[in-house]
Nanobody, 112 residues
Framework: VQLQAYGGGLVQAGGSLRLSCAAS????????VAWFRQAPGNEREFVAA????????YVADSVKGRFTISRDNAENTLYLDMYSLKLDDTAVYYC??????RGQGTQVTVSS
């Protein structure tokens, strides 16, 4: 099983991006999955998560009201919609299952 995040890029502050995390096999309805991010020199930071059942989502306080997590089980894809981006949102974003399977990240750079 592989996870691959994509959709990152360079965006101005206040802009939006949609990140996607594609799984090679059906996985998102069998595991809890989360988005994390890590900026250079910083600790890894939890961003948002989906419960295994899909009934609950969790969003970090730092992005609450700006980021939304969703998933498409049929497409084996997890999404992170990011709005009102700030300079502090600059980081590598990656998705991870609750068994610690982690995909390659995608770089998000927010410019002023």
């Amino acid at each position: 099983v592989q996870l691959q995040a994509y959709g990152g890029g360079l965006v101005q502050a206040g802009g939006s991006l949609r990140l996607s995390c594609a799984a090679s096999v059906r996985t998102f309805n069998r595991y809890a999955v989360a988005w994390f991010r890590q900026a250079p020199g910083n600790e890894r930071e939890f961003v948002a998560a989906y419960s295994r059942s899909g009934g609950y989502t969790y969003v970090a306080d730092s992005v609450k009201g700006r980021f939304t997590i969703s998933r498409d089980n049929a497409e084996n894809t997890l999404y992170l919609d990011m709005y009102s981006l700030k300079l502090d949102d600059t980081a590598v974003y990656y998705c991870q299952r609750d068994d610690n399977l982690r995909g390659q990240g995608t770089q998000v750079t927010v410019s002023s």
